[in-house]
């Protein structure tokens, strides 16, 4: 007998909990392992760092869902590259990439609260150039060697990051 084919849809995960209630790490086991057993495509995250809901942090939130899931695909929908540092987060979905064994989708995006990057370190000025930046030094990581880059806001000089991701090109 043929094994069914995932079903060509994704669905988000819960991570957000209202304000007065208390994450539920049970109710986020049993959806992810549902829709695995569905044959669901994808599982989704989002990112949230500030508002009234409780919101869980996207790339734990993968780590902990792949310690369950074994054939179902993670993605994130999206990071705010922009408010993130491109080389701890280089190392945090490559490390993701491998504790789920190379399913990892990673969609990323320039944000639409400016006003709030200071409260994170980000660049108000920029965005854009920061952002493209931010991309190129992720990719200079996971596909050299020795990765070499010199922008306006990073510079490599021949820095090792090991393991790559799963995934290749990356």
């Not at 995250?45 to 996207?58: A, D, M, R, Y």
């Not at 987060?89 to 969609?107: E, I, N, Q, W």
């Not at 965005?127 to 010199?150: C, D, G, M, P």
């Amino acid at each position: 007998m043929e094994a069914s084919k995932p079903v060509p849809c994704g669905i988000s995960i819960p991570q957000a909990f209202l304000e007065n209630e208390s994450i539920n790490t049970n109710l986020v086991e049993l959806f992810c392992k549902g829709a695995e057993a569905l044959n669901y495509e994808s599982l989704w995250v989002q990112e949230q760092f500030i508002g009234k809901t409780n919101s869980l942090e996207p790339i734990s939130l993968l780590s902990y869902v792949s310690a369950y899931t074994s054939t179902i695909r993670l993605g994130t929908a999206v990071l705010i590259l922009t408010t993130r540092n491109p080389v701890r987060l280089a190392k945090s979905l490559g490390t993701l990439d491998h504790l789920c064994s190379g399913r990892l989708t990673v969609g990323v995006a320039l944000g639409g609260r400016p006003q709030q990057y200071p409260l994170l370190g980000a660049p108000s000025e920029r965005r854009v150039r920061h952002f493209v930046e931010s991309l190129e030094v992720i990719k200079a990581l996971w596909t050299q060697n020795k990765a070499v880059y010199a922008g306006e806001f990073w510079t490599l000089d021949g820095e090792r990051m090991e393991p790559k991701p799963i995934q290749k090109p990356h």
